[in-house]
C-alpha cells in the first residue's frame, strides 16, 4: 500500500512540473536574458549572473566566452580557403552557428548588440569573392587594437579572437588566440593552434582562464605573416 501511495505521489508531482514548464513563457533562443548586474573582465560588457542564459548553450558569467569570434586574416588566402574555414567551423559547432566574424576595419560592419532582438553571428558562406584583407601583413598586436579598441555596442567576444596567418593558410588551422591582462603580461595575447573544425566547438564551451592557461603550458603559436 505504501509503495502504491508513493507510486501516485510521483506521478502528481510531475504532473504538477509539466503543468508549470507548460505555463512559463518561452524563452527567445539566441536573445540574452536580461541581467541585473554586469562585469567587467575586459572593459566590457558581460552579464555576470550565472543564471543568465544565451543562445541555450551555458551560463554567461565573467569565465564564459560569448561568440561570434573576431577573425582577423594577416597573409593572403583565397576565398574558397576562407569559405571552406568557416564552414568547417560552422560544421564542427555541433549548434549550427557561425561563430567566426570575418574582421573588417569599420566596426559598423560587425555584429552589433540589441537588447531587444535576436543576437546577431557571425560571418556567412559563401563570402563576398572580392574580399580583401586589410590586415595582411600586420601583426598579433595591431590586429588586437581592434578587439581593444572597439566599441562597446560590437558584439564580439572581448578577449578571445582568430587569426589566418601564412601558416595556417597551408594547413587549414586557425590560430585561436587571448588577450592577455596587461597589468600581468607583457605581450598583448596568446595564441595556440586548433583545426577550424574544432575551434568555434573548443571555444564555445572554454573555460577563460583554466581551460585555456592549462592549454597554452604546451606551447604558444607564434603568428607568420
Known sequence: MKVKMSLWASVFALLQLATHVAAAPPLRLGNPLRCDAALDISSRRHPSTPACLFANRHPVSALFTWPPFA???????????????????YDGSTVYAWDWYLV????????QS??????????????????????????????????????????????????????????????????????KEKEVAWCILKRAAESTL????????????????????????
Open 71 to 89: 577573425l582577423f586574416v594577416v597573409a593572403p588566402v583565397t576565398t574558397q580557403g576562407l569559405n571552406a574555414w568557416l564552414q568547417k567551423a
Open 104 to 111: 573588417t576595419p569599420d566596426y559598423r560592419a560587425a555584429p
Open 114 to 183: 540589441d537588447p531587444e532582438g535576436p543576437k546577431q553571428g557571425g560571418t556567412k558562406v559563401p563570402i563576398d569573392p572580392a574580399f580583401k584583407s586589410q590586415y595582411v601583413g600586420k601583426g598579433l598586436e595591431e590586429v588586437a587594437q581592434w578587439l581593444i579598441e572597439k566599441p562597446p555596442k560590437v558584439d564580439v567576444d572581448n578577449r578571445f579572437f582568430g587569426v589566418v596567418d601564412r601558416q595556417t593558410g597551408r594547413s587549414g588551422k586557425i590560430a585561436v588566440c587571448r588577450l592577455n591582462d596587461p597589468k
Open 202 to 225: 573548443y571555444l564555445g564551451g572554454l573555460d577563460s582562464n583554466l581551460d585555456w592557461n592549462e592549454d597554452v603550458q604546451y606551447g604558444k603559436y607564434k603568428i607568420d605573416v
